[in-house]
C-alpha cells in the first residue's frame, strides 16, 4: 500500500485546523491515505467543536494579545497551540479505520508512542492521549469527513504555561495559578524530559519509517495537490467568521450561566458540569413541568453522525421533565450515534443532577 507523507511550513491556526479536511476531501475522492505533519507559526487557542467559547476561553486577554481563537471541527477541549508543538494529521479511507475507536487510536498513535520510545521516553497510549511517565505528551482527537476518518494530534516539544493558563477562562485568579500548577504536573514535553528538542526534520523522519513499519506500507514523500490547497484557502477564510467561530455560543445566546437560578415562579436556569469519560457541560432552561431549551457542550468527540449535537438538543427540546430519560434513550437508539466520552447512561445522570437542583425543583414540581 503507498501511502503520502507530506511535510508542510508552519502554518496559521485557520490553515492548522483546516489542512486535513481539504485532504479528507482528497482521501475521500480516491486519493492515497496521507500523514501530514507541519506546526503553528504562533500561538492560537483551539476550541473544540463541541465547546462553547464564552464558557472556555479568557477572551479578555486573548483580545489584548491578538491571540486568535479558532474553532476546529473536531471534537475534544480548548487547547493553547503554540510552536511548541509539532502537529500531525493521519488522513485515511473509511474501510481502512477499525469501526470503535479504541481500536482506530492504536493503529494509527502506536507509531507516535515507538518513535517517543527511540528516544528514550517510556510512552504510554492512555485512549486518545500519549502519556510519559503519567503526563501527557500528545494530545489526539479523530473525526469522520465525507468517506474518510482523521486522526489528529501533537507531540509537545515545548511547553509555555503560563501563556496557556491565561488564555483559558477560569473564575478566579487563585484558581489560574492552581490550574497553571496542575497543567504543570499533567503535561510534559520533550524539553522538559529529555533536556533537549530534537530537530523537527528528525521527528519527521523517525514518524515516517515507523509508520511504514507498522503499516507496512510504503510513504512517499508528496506535497499537497492544487484543488487540495485552492479548498485548503477557502476554508481557512471560512474559519476566520465569527458566525464559525461562535456557533454554539450564538445557537442559544440566553443559556449563559454557571449556576443555577430560579427567574421566577415558573422559569429556572441552570448549569452543571458533569464528568464522564469527557466533561458534559449542561445548561437548561426549564418552563414549569418542561425542558424548555438545553445547551450541551464539553470535550467530547462526535465521529458519527457530525450533527448529532444539534440534533439531541432540538429532540429534547419542549419535552416533558418526567420524559428526559424516554426521549434520550429514544434518540441514541435511533441515531446510533459514534461517540468518545459520553453515553446515554451519561447524559441521563447528568440530568438527574440538574433536576435535583432546589432551583429546579421549585419551579418542575406540581
Given at each position: 500500500?503507498?501511502?503520502?507523507?507530506?511535510?508542510?511550513?508552519?502554518?496559521?491556526?485557520?490553515?492548522?485546523?483546516?489542512?486535513?479536511?481539504?485532504?479528507?476531501?482528497?482521501?475521500?475522492?480516491?486519493?492515497?491515505?496521507t500523514l501530514m505533519v507541519f506546526y503553528a507559526k504562533g500561538p492560537f487557542v483551539n476550541v473544540g467543536v463541541n465547546q462553547e467559547v464564552w464558557l472556555e476561553v479568557d477572551l479578555d486577554f486573548?483580545?489584548?494579545?491578538?491571540?486568535?481563537?479558532?474553532?476546529?471541527?473536531?471534537?475534544?477541549?480548548?487547547?493553547?497551540?503554540?510552536?511548541?508543538?509539532?502537529?500531525?494529521?493521519?488522513?485515511?479511507?473509511?474501510?481502512?479505520?477499525?469501526?470503535?475507536?479504541?481500536?482506530?487510536?492504536?493503529q494509527y498513535l502506536t507509531p507516535v508512542v515507538d518513535v517517543l520510545r527511540e528516544y528514550g521516553l517510556d510512552a504510554q497510549l492512555r485512549e486518545q492521549d500519549i502519556v510519559v511517565n503519567g503526563?501527557?505528551?500528545?494530545?489526539?482527537?479523530?473525526?469522520?469527513?465525507?468517506?474518510?476518518?482523521?486522526?489528529?494530534?501533537?507531540?509537545?516539544?515545548?511547553?509555555?504555561?503560563?501563556?496557556?493558563?491565561?488564555?483559558?477562562?477560569?473564575?478566579?485568579?487563585?484558581?489560574?495559578?492552581?490550574?497553571?500548577?496542575?497543567?504543570?504536573?499533567?503535561?510534559?514535553?520533550?524539553?522538559?524530559?529529555?533536556?533537549?528538542?530534537?530537530?523537527?526534520?528528525?521527528?519527521?523522519?523517525?514518524?515516517?519509517?515507523?509508520?511504514?513499519?507498522?503499516?507496512?506500507?510504503?510513504?512517499?514523500?508528496?506535497?499537497?495537490?492544487?484543488?487540495?490547497?485552492?479548498?485548503?484557502?477557502?476554508?481557512?477564510?471560512?474559519?476566520?467568521?465569527?458566525?464559525?467561530?461562535?456557533?454554539?455560543?450564538?445557537?442559544?445566546?440566553?443559556?449563559?450561566?454557571?449556576?443555577?437560578?430560579?427567574?421566577?415562579?415558573?422559569?429556572?436556569?441552570?448549569?452543571?458540569?458533569?464528568?464522564?469519560?469527557?466533561?458534559?457541560?449542561?445548561?437548561?432552561?426549564?418552563?414549569?413541568?418542561?425542558?424548555?431549551?438545553?445547551?450541551?457542550?464539553?470535550?467530547?468527540?462526535?465521529?458519527?453522525?457530525?450533527?448529532?449535537?444539534?440534533?439531541?438538543?432540538?429532540?429534547?427540546?419542549?419535552?416533558?421533565?418526567?420524559?428526559?430519560?424516554?426521549?434520550?434513550?429514544?434518540?441514541?437508539?435511533?441515531?446510533?450515534?459514534?461517540?468518545?466520552?459520553?453515553?446515554?447512561?451519561?447524559?441521563?445522570?447528568?440530568?438527574?443532577?440538574?433536576?435535583?437542583?432546589?432551583?429546579?425543583?421549585?419551579?418542575?414540581?406540581?
Amino acid at each position: 500500500m503507498s501511502w503520502r507523507f507530506i511535510s508542510l511550513p508552519p502554518q496559521d491556526g485557520y490553515h492548522m485546523v483546516t489542512s486535513f479536511v481539504a485532504t479528507a476531501d482528497y482521501v475521500t475522492k480516491g486519493g492515497k491515505n496521507t500523514l501530514m505533519v507541519f506546526y503553528a507559526k504562533g500561538p492560537f487557542v483551539n476550541v473544540g467543536v463541541n465547546q462553547e467559547v464564552w464558557l472556555e476561553v479568557d477572551l479578555d486577554f486573548t483580545r489584548k494579545m491578538g491571540i486568535p481563537v479558532v474553532r476546529r471541527d473536531l471534537g475534544g477541549g480548548t487547547v493553547v497551540i503554540t510552536p511548541g508543538e509539532h502537529d500531525y494529521f493521519v488522513v485515511i479511507r473509511e474501510e481502512d479505520a477499525p469501526r470503535d475507536s479504541g481500536s482506530l487510536y492504536k493503529q494509527y498513535l502506536t507509531p507516535v508512542v515507538d518513535v517517543l520510545r527511540e528516544y528514550g521516553l517510556d510512552a504510554q497510549l492512555r485512549e486518545q492521549d500519549i502519556v510519559v511517565n503519567g503526563k501527557k505528551i500528545s494530545g489526539n482527537g479523530a473525526m469522520t469527513h465525507g468517506k474518510s476518518v482523521v486522526i489528529a494530534g501533537n507531540i509537545l516539544l515545548s511547553l509555555d504555561i503560563e501563556l496557556m493558563s491565561k488564555s483559558i477562562k477560569v473564575p478566579s485568579e487563585k484558581f489560574r495559578d492552581k490550574m497553571a500548577k496542575n497543567m504543570a504536573e499533567w503535561l510534559t514535553s520533550m524539553e522538559r524530559e529529555l533536556g533537549k528538542v530534537p530537530s523537527r526534520d528528525e521527528i519527521n523522519k523517525k514518524l515516517k519509517v515507523t509508520y511504514e513499519n507498522e503499516l507496512g506500507a510504503t510513504f512517499e514523500e508528496s506535497s499537497l495537490t492544487p484543488d487540495e490547497i485552492e479548498t485548503w484557502d477557502k476554508l481557512a477564510e471560512e474559519k476566520k467568521a465569527e458566525e464559525w467561530i461562535f456557533y454554539k455560543d450564538n445557537r442559544h445566546p440566553d443559556l449563559r450561566t454557571e449556576r443555577c437560578v430560579k427567574i421566577s415562579s415558573s422559569v429556572a436556569l441552570c448549569h452543571v458540569d458533569y464528568k464522564s469519560r469527557k466533561m458534559l457541560r449542561i445548561t437548561a432552561k426549564f418552563t414549569h413541568d418542561e425542558l424548555d431549551e438545553v445547551s450541551i457542550s464539553g470535550d467530547f468527540f462526535v465521529m458519527n453522525p457530525p450533527d448529532f449535537l444539534d440534533r439531541l438538543e432540538d429532540y429534547l427540546k419542549g419535552t416533558k421533565v418526567k420524559d428526559i430519560t424516554t426521549k434520550i434513550r429514544e434518540i441514541f437508539t435511533n441515531s446510533k450515534p459514534v461517540l468518545f466520552g459520553f453515553n446515554a447512561d451519561d447524559l441521563i445522570h447528568a440530568f438527574d443532577e440538574i433536576l435535583s437542583k432546589p432551583e429546579v425543583i421549585e419551579v418542575t414540581s406540581p
